[in-house]
């Protein structure tokens, strides 16, 4: 359906870069990834990385990608603690092993399970990786962290409500180049304000640089330069559509950026006006295509409608997200109605839904699945429509190829000293 090789302009990028070591396409019998090694310059191959979330499943996999792609590099996965306590509830708990993926069956009478996440990591990434235990939510410590890297991914989500760009101003403080997975609109804007300082401190940094939004806006840029190019109309209107079943294999962050956008009103475009619309509204049952099919999508504030608007000139845009199995949907809908928008903008009670929820997510997730599809629809004034779409079985994959992808174009100094989003410059390219 799709082939997983996009052109990324972010900021100047010039060239395909960093898709075009994978490729995936959910038409084909085998339903794989193509892995391809990816050759840097030999002044930039031995870089050293810090993932900060990186124990997580976004940043997790990232450095699983940038390994795999680049074995050279040096990566640093860094989180706030070492150890994880899980608590086993007294029932049979059905969970996955993530390194080799075997399903495993244990038996649990209200216990605790201690895990060295660090650890685990390392071992999978091999001997060109460490552990650093950082707070971005301290200075020093991320000071310290940011010592002697080359480049800092920022994965230690979720971003909505979160005042500073803390990681970006130590980044660009320490002169060093920057990538995050921003879905936030305000922490977005926020992060686009360092443009001068970062341009004075010679330091190049993306934001929003994930799958979607990342990839998605990449899609969209690709998009309206292919009706401009042709000079027979002009872009009119551009619709995101996103689907991931289940909670993508995302876990706790992924369900916690959920909520606290349910507590966020829309903000969409339409015909150059910006209009407010209540959040997971709006349904409409779009066609993925073979491998996902119909799935009904539901509006959500996301920081792609407002880039996309401004940078690639678009008069009307708008974003839609589903889920599946259709009961998650449903629950979406109802905790709009039934929880104060107060409610979901506390992050700290946010944490306590996300808790309370989780363990169902996760039962849900092994048999939903974690496939992915983005769908973006161009209108242009001359009537004709253009359409893009991906799809992966696995988020947690693709979501890590997607990063990596950006993290290369950094690394290779095709991205200028700036703050930039992932379409910026592609109308240059």
């Known amino acids: 359906m799709a082939r997983f090789c996009l052109q990324l302009n972010a900021g100047g990028i010039s060239r395909n870069v960093g898709m075009g070591f994978a490729k995936e396409s959910t038409q084909a019998k085998n339903n794989s990834t193509k892995i391809e090694r990816v050759e840097l310059p030999d002044k930039v191959k031995n870089s050293r990385i810090l993932v900060l979330g990186g124990t997580g499943r976004v940043g997790g996999s990232t450095a699983i990608a940038l390994s795999k792609y680049c074995p050279d590099l040096r990566i640093v996965i860094a989180g706030r603690n070492r150890y994880v306590c899980v608590c086993v509830y007294m029932c049979i708990c059905l969970y996955k092993r993530y390194q080799n993926e075997e399903y495993v069956l244990q038996r649990r009478c209200s216990s605790w399970i201690i895990r060295d996440k660090g650890a685990a990591m390392v071992t999978k990434l091999g001997n060109n990786s460490e552990f650093s235990e950082v707070d971005i ?29 803390t990681v970006l101003e130590a ?16 922490y977005a804007q926020r992060a686009k304000s360092y443009m001068n300082k970062a341009r004075d401190a010679n330091i190049p940094a993306i934001t929003t640089g994930g799958i979607y939004p990342g990839v998605s806006n990449v899609m969209a840029a690709e998009l309206v330069c292919a009706a401009k190019s042709e000079n027979k109309g002009e872009p009119k209107r551009l619709r995101f559509y996103y689907y991931t079943a289940g909670s993508g294999g995302a876990g706790p962050t992924i369900l916690s950026t959920s909520f606290l956008l349910l507590g966020e009103e829309v903000v969409a475009y339409n015909k150059g006006e910006k209009i407010i619309l ?138 200028k000293p700036g703050v930039w989003f992932p379409e910026e410059g592609t109308m240059d390219g």
């Not at 800092?152 to 500073?164: C, D, M, R, S």
């Not at 403080?173 to 995050?180: E, G, H, P, S, V």
Request: aromatic share 8%; glycine share 8%.
């Open 137 to 165: 939510n301290d200075t020093k410590s991320l000071e310290e962290a940011l010592r002697d890297v080359d480049l800092v991914i920022h994965t230690a989500g979720p971003f909505q409500q979160t005042e500073k760009c």
């Open 171 to 186: 980044a660009i403080q320490n002169k060093t180049a920057y990538l995050d997975v921003c879905d936030d609109t305000s």
């Open 278 to 415: 209540k959040p997971y509204s709006g349904m409409l049952n779009i066609d993925f295509g073979l491998g996902i099919g119909k799935q009904d999508v539901f509006l959500l504030n996301l920081p792609e409608v407002r880039s996309v608007h401004e940078v690639l000139g678009v008069p009307t845009v708008s974003a839609r997200f589903g889920t599946s199995p259709f009961f998650w949907n449903w629950g979406m809908v109802a905790m709009t109605y039934l929880l104060p928008a107060e409610t979901l903008r506390d992050r700290s009670k946010v944490q306590q839904l996300v808790q309370l929820f989780d363990p169902l997510v996760r039962a849900v997730d092994e048999f939903a699945g974690e496939k992915v599809s983005m769908r973006v629809d161009l209108e242009s004034s001359d009537g004709r429509n253009r359409i893009g779409i991906f799809s992966h079985k696995r988020l947690s994959e693709s979501v890590g190829i997607s990063t990596a992808a950006f993290a290369l174009a950094i690394l290779e100094g095709s991205t």
